[in-house]
T-cell receptor, first 112, second 112 residues
Framework: DQQVKQNSPSLSVQEGRISILNCDYTNSMFDYFLWYKKYPAEGPTFLISISSIKDKNEDGRFTVFLNKSAKHLSLHIVPSQPGDSAVYFCAADGGSQGNLIFGKGTKLSVKP | SQTIHQWPATLVQPVGSPLSLECTVEGTSNPNLYWYRQAAGRGLQLLFY??????ISSEVPQNLSASRPQDRQFILSSKKLLLSDSGFYLC???????????FGAGTRLSVL
């Protein structure tokens, strides 16, 4: 059973607009969440993380929101740029050793 | 700064042949180390993790094994490859749990 779900396999956004990527999790014990960006044939690149003691974390154009009661987090990219086109993975920290549990990813396409 | 090296980038191996993928980290000591696999159209699945030399934990039963002969070296091996071992293999490191993991460039393994 998937513990981290990204229900939208793809998202298309116009350049300059906001991209919102969503992620749901099932295990209320998860207390640390991360977003990664991945280009084809490359390793994932860490973008931003959030601890469960916060509900928002911001880094430049990237903001992650966490709603613990809904077991939902989202990544906002504002403004979106064509270079943001990639697959975005949500991950949850599943234990004390840092075992990340990944969603299946959402492919973002930002059109000029 | 820390860097992670993973090689080879691409590998084509016949069924039944052995496998050895190597990963090394520079610029840090006593990192947590991880091996992941991404099958086609799937998310990243954790295969092994290590919190120290000679300490290996396996997340899923499989045809693969891992070893950590030195502090910053992590090796993924198989004695006899199966067709189902094909995929994109990624090595990662972190300082500890609940910190970001940083990934290598990955190895595309095709077993024919």
């Amino acid at each position: 059973d998937q513990q981290v779900k990204q229900n939208s396999p793809s998202l298309s956004v116009q350049e300059g607009r906001i991209s919102i990527l969503n992620c749901d999790y099932t295990n209320s014990m998860f207390d640390y969440f991360l977003w990664y960006k991945k280009y084809p044939a490359e390793g994932p690149t860490f973008l931003i993380s959030i601890s469960s003691i916060k509900d928002k974390n911001e880094d430049g154009r990237f903001t992650v929101f966490l709603n613990k009661s809904a077991k939902h987090l989202s990544l906002h990219i504002v403004p979106s740029q064509p270079g943001d086109s990639a697959v975005y993975f949500c991950a949850a920290d599943g234990g004390s050793q840092g075992n990340l549990i990944f969603g299946k990813g959402t492919k973002l396409s930002v059109k000029p | 700064s820390q860097t992670i090296h993973q090689w080879p980038a691409t590998l084509v191996q016949p069924v039944g042949s052995p496998l050895s993928l190597e990963c090394t980290v520079e610029g840090t000591s006593n990192p947590n180390l991880y091996w992941y696999r991404q099958a086609a159209g799937r998310g990243l699945q954790l295969l092994f993790y290590s919190v120290g030399i000679g300490q290996i934990s396996s997340e899923v039963p499989q045809n693969l094994s891992a070893s950590r002969p030195q502090d910053r070296q992590f090796i993924l091996s198989s004695k006899k490859l199966l067709l189902s071992d094909s995929g994109f293999y990624l090595c990662a490191w972190s300082h500890s749990g609940r910190t970001p993991q940083y990934f290598g460039a990955g190895t595309r393994l095709s077993v024919l």
